[in-house]
C-alpha cells in the first residue's frame, strides 16, 4: 500500500478527485431534481442539527 | 510436700497457659493484620476495575468515533459527497458528527443508524428499496425526516444508485491499481526484495545454461569448454529470435544444427549465432532447415556464413512482397540439398526466387525441379512434346524452357511452363487425355498442372486488381480536373459579378446581384454534401448543378449586364420596357436623372455604387467553394486509403 505522504498516493488522490467531481457536476447538469433534493436534505439537516444543539 | 508439688503443677499449668495466651494474642494480631491488607487489596481491585471499565468505555468511545469518520470520509469521497460539496452543502456531515458527541444514548443510537444508511446509499450499496426497508424497521429519531428525504432524492434520480456504485466499484479499482503499483515500485526500490529476484533469476540462468551445456555435450561430444561456448551462443540465437516475437527453442536447434551439418565448431560465432536466431524468429523457418539451407548454400558457393543468411533474409523479404509465406518458402528451398546442388547458382539466389515464384503458383520446389530434370532428358521430352501437340491440336514451344533448366533459372522456367499451358480457360476445355499428355511433356503430373493454372489464375486477379485501383487512381485524376475547371468556371462568374459591380446602373442592381449571389452561394453547399455520397462522380454533377443554378438565376431573374435596358440587346428604343423587381424604398432613375444625380454629388459622371453587398456575396461565394475543396480533398483521401 502506498504511504500516505507518497507522490504516488497523492496522485492517485488526485484523480480520483477529479473523476468525482467531473462525474458530480456532471450528474447535478442532467439531473435538476437531484439539487433540488440535495438542498431539501441539507435543510432538513439544519433543522436536526438546531434540535441536537438543544440536547444537553 | 505434696502441696509443694501441686503447687509447682499448677504454676507450670499457668505458665503454659500464659504460653498459649500470648500466642494467640499474636495470631490474633496477625489474623487483624491480614484482614487490614484484604480489605486495602479490596479497595484497590474496585479502584483497578473502575479504571479498566473506564478504559474499556474509551477504547468504546474511541472506535465508535473513528468508525463514525470512516463513514464520514466514505460519505465525502462518494458522488453524492462530491455533489454536496459542488452545492456547498455540509449539513447532514455536521448532523453526524454533533449526534455522535451527545452523552445522550439515544441520540447516538440514532446518529449511528442514519450514518448506516447515508454511506449505504453513496457507496450505492442500498437502493430505494433498502432504504424504505429501513425507515420502516428502525428508528431515526429526530433524524427521521432525513431519511425521508434520503429516500425521496432516491425516488426523483432514476438510476442513482446505479451510478454512484458504479463510480464506487471504479474508485475501489483506482485504489487496487494504486497498491499494486506502490508494491512493485517498492519491490524495486528495496536492495533486499530485488536481491533476492536477482539472485532468483541468476540461479534459474545458470541452471538452464548448465542444462543446455550437459546437452550439447552429450549429443556433440564436444568438450566442457567447447560445450559451454556453443551453449552461450545458443542461448544468443533464443535471445534475438525472442526478440522479434520468434521462438527460441527453434533459434537453439537452428545453432545446434549448424554445427552437426558443417562439423565444426568454428562456424558458429556470437554473430552468426545472433543473426540466425534473428532469421528464424523473423521469418519462422525451422531450426533444423535454417542449417541444412546454410550448409546448402555453403556448398555451391565461396561466400561466408553471414552473406549465405543476409541472402536468406533478402529471399524471406521477396516472399512477403510477393504475399506468399516466407516460412514456407525457405523451408522448400531447404527440403531438396539435391536441386541446390544440381542447380543452384548465385549462392542459391536462383533457387530462392524459384521458390517464391513456386509458392505463387501452389507448387513446391520438388515439382519445378521435376520439370526442369524431365526436360533435360532431350529425347524423351521432345517426343512427349510432340505427341502432346498432336493430342492438343497446337504447337508447343519448350526450347526456351530447356534453355532455362539448363540454365537453372526456375523462375523464368515456371513462366514458360505456363506459356505454353495457357489460360485455366484452355486447361479447362481439354479432355482427361490431352491434359495427361500436356503434364507429361511439362515432367509433371496433372494435379500439379492444374495446381500451376490455378496460381496462375490468382496472378490474374492481382493484375486485375491493380488494373483497378489505377482505374481509381485516373478517375480520381480525372475528377480534381473536373473540379479544377469548375472552380474556374465559378471564377468567371464571380468575374462577371464584378464586371456587373462596374457597370451597374442604379445602386439597386447591385442589391439584386448581392441577393441572386447569396442565395446561389446557400445551395452550393448543400449541393457539394449531397453529392459527396456519389464518390468522385459526385464532384463534377455537384459543380454542373452549381453552373445550372448560376445560369437559371441570371435568366429567372431577368438578371442583365448593366446598361441601359433594351428588349432585344440592341440601342434600347423609347418604347423598350421590361419587367423590374425591386424592394421598398428603392428608386430607379433613368440616364437623365442620373446625370442630374451625379452632377449633384459632384462626381466625374459616373454613378456611385454600394459595393459592400457585393463584397459580402463574393466572400460568401468563395466560402462555399473552400468548403467544396475540402470535401474534395477529403473524399480523395477516403478514397485513397480505400484502394
Do not use: C
Request: cysteine-free; charged content about 25%.
Amino acid at each position: 500500500m502506498a504511504k500516505r505522504d507518497s507522490m504516488l498516493f497523492n496522485f492517485f488522490e488526485k484523480w480520483k478527485e477529479k473523476r468525482l467531481n467531473k462525474l458530480a457536476k456532471n450528474m447535478l447538469k442532467k439531473n435538476p431534481e437531484l439539487e433540488k433534493n440535495l438542498r431539501k436534505l441539507d435543510a432538513s439537516a439544519d433543522d436536526v442539527l438546531k434540535q441536537l444543539k438543544k440536547i444537553d | 510436700m505434696a502441696d509443694l508439688r501441686e503447687q509447682q503443677r499448677i504454676t507450670a499449668e499457668l505458665q503454659k497457659q500464659k504460653e498459649i495466651l500470648e500466642a494467640h494474642n499474636k495470631e490474633s494480631q496477625a489474623y487483624k493484620k491480614a484482614t487490614q491488607e484484604i480489605n486495602r487489596l479490596n479497595v484497590e481491585r474496585v479502584k483497578v476495575e473502575s479504571q479498566i471499565a473506564d478504559a474499556k468505555a474509551r477504547a468504546a468511545s474511541e472506535a465508535d468515533t473513528l468508525s463514525l469518520e470512516k463513514q464520514i470520509l466514505n460519505i465525502k469521497k462518494s458522488v453524492l459527497g462530491a455533489a454536496n460539496k459542488e452545492l456547498g452543502l455540509d449539513k447532514q456531515i455536521k448532523v453526524l458528527r454533533e449526534g455522535a458527541s451527545k452523552a445522550d444514548k439515544e441520540t447516538v443510537k440514532q446518529t449511528r443508524a442514519y450514518a448506516d444508511l447515508l454511506e449505504g446509499v453513496a457507496s450505492g450499496s442500498m437502493d430505494l428499496e433498502a432504504v424504505l426497508s429501513k425507515i420502516a424497521t428502525e428508528d431515526f429519531g429526530i433524524m427521521n425526516k432525513m431519511a425521508n428525504d434520503l429516500a425521496d432524492t432516491l425516488r426523483d434520480t432514476p438510476n442513482l444508485t446505479e451510478k454512484l456504485k458504479i463510480e464506487a466499484q471504479a474508485q475501489q479499482k483506482i485504489n487496487d491499481f494504486r497498491d499494486r503499483i506502490s508494491e512493485a515500485s517498492a519491490l524495486l526500490s528495496s536492495p533486499k526484495a530485488m536481491g533476492v529476484a536477482a539472485l532468483g533469476l541468476a540461479a534459474k540462468i545458470a541452471t538452464d545454461f548448465a542444462s543446455s551445456m550437459l546437452d550439447i555435450r552429450q549429443s556433440l561430444g564436444t568438450s566442457a569448454i567447447d560445450s559451454a561456448r556453443l551453449a552461450g551462443n545458443m542461448a544468443a540465437a533464443g535471445a534475438a529470435a525472442k526478440v522479434v516475437g520468434g521462438n527460441s527453442q527453434e533459434a537453439e536447434a537452428a545453432v545446434k544444427g549448424l554445427v552437426r551439418e558443417f562439423g565444426s565448431l568454428s562456424v558458429v560465432t556470437l554473430e552468426v549465432s545472433t543473426q540466425l536466431g534473428l532469421i528464424t524468429g523473423q521469418f519462422g523457418i525451422s531450426g533444423d532447415n535454417a542449417a541444412k539451407l546454410l550448409k546448402s548454400m555453403d556448398a555451391i558457393s565461396t561466400a561466408s556464413i553471414e552473406t549465405n543468411l543476409n541472402l536468406i533474409s533478402t529471399v524471406g523479404e521477396l516472399a512477403r512482397a510477393e504475399g506468399v509465406a516466407p516460412a514456407q518458402v525457405l523451408n522448400d528451398m531447404a527440403s531438396d540439398t539435391e536441386l541446390f546442388a544440381k542447380f543452384g547458382k548465385d549462392g542459391g539466389k536462383n533457387i530462392g526466387l524459384a521458390a517464391i515464384q513456386a509458392a505463387k503458383l501452389g507448387v513446391n520446389m520438388a515439382t519445378v525441379a521435376g520439370i526442369a530434370e524431365s526436360l533435360l532428358d532431350f529425347e524423351s521430352s521432345i517426343t512427349n512434346e510432340m505427341e502432346a501437340e498432336v493430342l492438343l491440336g497446337k504447337n508447343l514451344n519448350l526450347d526456351k524452357a530447356r534453355q532455362l533448366s539448363l540454365a537453372g533459372d526456375f523462375d523464368g522456367l515456371q513462366k514458360e511452363i505456363l506459356k505454353n499451358v495457357g489460360s485455366e480457360a484452355e486447361f479447362n476445355a481439354m479432355n482427361v487425355v490431352q491434359r495427361q499428355a500436356l503434364a507429361k511433356s511439362l515432367g509433371m503430373n496433372v494435379a500439379d498442372l492444374a495446381n500451376m493454372v490455378a496460381g496462375e489464375k490468382t496472378s490474374a486477379e492481382i493484375q486485375k486488381d491493380q488494373a483497378k485501383t489505377q482505374k481509381k487512381q485516373m478517375d480520381m485524376q480525372h475528377a480534381m480536373m473536373i473540379t479544377m475547371a469548375g472552380m474556374q468556371g465559378i471564377q468567371t462568374v464571380l468575374l462577371a459579378l464584378e464586371m456587373g459591380k462596374n457597370t451597374a446602373l442604379v445602386k439597386g442592381l447591385a442589391t439584386r446581384v448581392a441577393g441572386i449571389g447569396a442565395s446561389l452561394a446557400g445551395a452550393v453547399g448543400p449541393i457539394f454534401t449531397g453529392a459527396s455520397i456519389l464518390g468522385p462522380l459526385g464532384i463534377p454533377v455537384a459543380l454542373a448543378a452549381i453552373a445550372s443554378m448560376f445560369a437559371l438565376g441570371k435568366t429567372a431573374m431577368g438578371f442583365e449586364d448593366g446598361g441601359m435596358a433594351g428588349v432585344d440587346g440592341g440601342t434600347p428604343g423609347s418604347s423598350d420596357t421590361i419587367p423590374a423587381m425591386l424592394t421598398p424604398g428603392e428608386v430607379v432613375l433613368n440616364a437623365a436623372q442620373q446625370s442630374n444625380v451625379a452632377g449633384a454629388i459632384g462626381g466625374a459622371g459616373g454613378a456611385m455604387i454600394d459595393n459592400t453587398a457585393l463584397i459580402k456575396t463574393t466572400n460568401q461565394l468563395l466560402t462555399k467553394v473552400n468548403e467544396g475543396i475540402n470535401t474534395l480533398i477529403r473524399k480523395t483521401g477516403e478514397q485513397a486509403l480505400t484502394s
